[in-house]
C-alpha cells in the first residue's frame, strides 16, 4: 500500500498551465499581507500621532485622526489633520499635481530657495507672517519684477541646532534669466541676514522635467513628521505655528501656454 507522500495523483508535478495560476495565487497572497502589514502600520501610525496631539492638549484632532485610520475611506470622511498620516500624504500628492500644472504653462520655469530664520523656537507664527510681507515686497523689487508668474510649496524645519525654524519656499519661477547675486542682495537686506537665496538649476532640472518635485517641493515630512521623531513641545510649537497657514503659494499672472513635457 503506497504511503500517502507517495500518492501518485497528489505528488503529481502541476501542469504547465496551473504553474501561472499558482504564480497569481502567491502575487495575490504576497499582495494580501502586504496590505494588511500596511494598514497595521498605518493604524500604529495613527494611534501614535493621537496620543501626540492628546499629549499636546489637542483631543479633538486626536479624536479625528483616530477615527481617520483607514486609507480606503473616502476622502470626505478623512479627518484633513495636517499631522495625520494618512492626510499628509494625500495633501501633499495634490499640491505637487497643482505645482506640476502651473510649471507646465511656464515659459521658462527656475526652481530657487528662500528661507527665512526664526528668533526661536516659539515665535513661528509672527516669524511666518514676516516671511510672507518680507517676500511680498522683495518681489515688487527691480530684480524680480520680470517673473511672469510662481508658484512654491512652503516648507518649515528644524534648524541644525534645534533651537529654532527655518521658514521656506522652494519656489518655481517664470522668468527667462535670475540676477541671483541681485535677489540674494536684496533678499539678505530685506531679512536682515535671517534669509539666505538660492538658485538649483539641476535640482530636480524643472526646465527638463519635474518628475521629483512630491519629494523634493511638496513633501510632507517636514510639517507631517514620523510619529514619535519629533520632541513634544517641539511638536507643538510647529503643529500651532502653521496651522491654517496655505502649503502651496502662487502669485504673478498664470500664463495660458501649453504642456511642456510628456506627463510621467
Ligand atoms: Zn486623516
Known amino acids: 500500500m503506497p504511503l500517502a507522500n507517495d500518492h501518485p495523483v497528489r505528488n503529481r508535478p502541476a501542469p504547465v498551465e496551473d504553474l501561472g495560476k499558482q504564480e497569481t495565487s502567491s502575487q495575490l497572497e504576497a499582495f494580501g499581507l502586504a496590505c494588511v502589514l500596511r494598514s497595521i502600520a498605518l493604524d500604529d501610525a ?121 521658514i521656506h519656499i522652494h519656489a518655481v519661477l517664470d522668468i527667462d534669466v535670475v540676477d541671483a547675486a541681485a535677489v540674494k542682495s536684496a533678499w539678505t537686506h530685506l531679512t536682515r541676514s535671517r534669509g539666505t537665496f538660492g538658485l538649483h538649476p539641476t535640482r530636480p532640472n524643472v526646465e527638463r522635467s519635474h518628475a521629483d518635485l512630491d519629494s523634493y517641493a511638496t513633501k510632507c515630512t517636514t510639517w507631517c513628521p514620523a510619529p514619535g521623531s519629533m520632541h513634544l513641545p517641539v511638536f507643538r510649537a510647529m503643529t500651532e505655528g502653521i496651522r491654517g497657514r496655505r502649503l502651496l503659494l502662487r502669485w504673478g499672472k498664470r500664463s495660458e501656454g501649453t504642456a511642456r513635457y510628456p506627463r510621467a
Open 46 to 166: 495613527h494611534e501614535a500621532r493621537a496620543s501626540e496631539l492628546e499629549l499636546i492638549d489637542d483631543a479633538k484632532r486626536a479624536r479625528w485622526v483616530r477615527a481617520c485610520s483607514n486609507p480606503r475611506s473616502p476622502r470626505w470622511l478623512r479627518c484633513k489633520v495636517r499631522q495625520c498620516p494618512t492626510c499628509a500624504r494625500d495633501v501633499a500628492r495634490r499640491n505637487a499635481r497643482r505645482m506640476e500644472t502651473a510649471i507646465d504653462a511656464m515659459i521658462a520655469p527656475k526652481l530657487v530657495l528662500f528661507t527665512f530664520a526664526s528668533l526661536g523656537l516659539h515665535d513661528m507664527e509672527e516669524s511666518i507672517s514676516t516671511f510672507h510681507r518680507l517676500h511680498g515686497r522683495l518681489r515688487r523689487r527691480k530684480c524680480l519684477r520680470d517673473v511672469r508668474s510662481g508658484v512654491a510649496g512652503f516648507e518649515v524645519k528644524l534648524a541644525d541646532n534645534g533651537k529654532r525654524w527655518l
